[in-house]
């Protein structure tokens, strides 16, 4: 089992950047595949962004294409969210999760069996 716990979240303007971690703990993070996921209030969480475990392969979701980036380093055993040109409508508490050799099809059903704790992003106008 591998423990996950997201930090960088945080209070910006519209228009900045935020930069969210995942880290991980227990397992290395090198066979996971990773999603990054947000539920704003009153709305069902969902799916933002992928990346593979193999190939490094990455997919998003329309409302952030352009403007997030997500990206791992394995050798720190993290996950990242780069986030800019951020909206009041990304207001949301943000999530990470993570399947061992998960597919695409998973991680955007949400389907993983590991997930973080949640970290909240505020975009004020």
């Known amino acids: 089992q591998v423990q996950l716990v997201e930090s960088g979240g945080g209070l910006v303007q519209a228009g900045g950047s935020l930069r969210l971690s995942c880290a991980a703990s227990?397992?290395?993070?090198?066979?996971?595949?990773m999603g990054w996921f947000r539920q704003a209030p009153e709305k069902e969480r969902e799916f933002i962004a992928a990346i593979m475990w193999s190939g490094g392969s990455t997919q998003y979701a329309d409302s952030v294409k352009g403007r997030f980036t997500i990206f791992r380093d394995n050798a720190k055993n993290t996950v990242y969210l780069q986030m800019s040109s951020l909206k009041p409508d990304d207001t949301a508490v943000y999530y990470c999760?993570?399947?061992?050799?998960?597919?695409?099809?998973?991680?955007?059903?949400?389907?993983?069996?590991?997930w973080g704790q949640g970290t909240q992003v505020t975009v004020s106008s």
């Open positions: 227990g397992r290395t993070l090198s066979t996971y595949s």
């Open positions: 999760a993570a399947a061992r050799y998960g597919a695409l099809e998973m991680i955007r059903t949400q389907a993983l069996p590991n």
